[in-house]
């Protein structure tokens, strides 16, 4: 698995304060996208354990919130696998922080995935220019959903 940055103390990918890692791998390639350097799955850098304990370094301290993973595409298909441990270990080692996700699969689609269960909160859908909205909290375009996964439960 491929990553971009690890941004730090981002308000803008989900509630309080949180670390983001955005991924590399995305076939969804929707126009008007904001972050296209991120859909070759073969681009960025190794998410090796050194990115690894750069991120649970963020995520250890008492004001993150929690981790938001966006991209690229988190559940593109070759990223699963590595999401899937990666999600697993941090549900372990953090677990009252909260996990965002984006992408741009839709609940219906991924629903059978075993990454639900450790996302609080998944930002759903393709990115559609022509519904941009930027009052539109937490999402980039108006058909999107932000789904509150524990209250699904």
């Known amino acids: 698995m491929?990553?971009?940055?690890?941004?730090?103390?981002?308000?803008?990918?989900?509630?309080?304060?949180?670390?983001v890692?955005?991924?590399?791998?995305?076939?969804?390639?929707?126009?008007?996208?904001?972050?296209?350097?991120?859909?070759?799955?073969?681009?960025?850098?190794?998410?090796?354990?050194?990115?690894?304990e750069e991120l649970f370094d963020i995520l250890g301290r008492d004001y993150i919130s929690g981790l938001t993973l966006s991209g690229g595409d988190p559940l593109f298909p070759g990223n699963r696998s590595e999401v899937l441990s990666l999600l697993k270990e941090v549900r372990e080692r953090f677990p009252s922080k909260t996990i965002w996700c984006y992408t741009g699969y839709t609940y219906e689609d991924i629903a059978c995935l075993e990454h639900i269960k450790y996302i609080d909160v998944l930002v759903d859908g393709k990115y559609v220019e022509s519904l941009k909205d930027n009052k539109y909290e937490w999402a980039g375009s108006t058909n999107q959903r932000v789904i509150d996964l524990r209250r699904k439960e």
């Not at 940055?5 to 309080?16: Q, V, Y």
């Not at 991924?23 to 972050?35: F, I, R, V, Y």
């Not at 350097?37 to 960025?44: A, E, I, K, L, N």
């Open 2 to 19: 491929r990553y971009h940055d690890i941004t730090k103390d981002d308000m803008k990918n989900g509630d309080g304060l949180r670390a």
């Open 21 to 52: 890692l955005w991924l590399s791998g995305c076939e969804h390639a929707c126009p008007g996208c904001q972050n296209p350097v991120t859909w070759d799955p073969d681009d960025g850098l190794l998410f090796d354990e050194n990115a690894k």
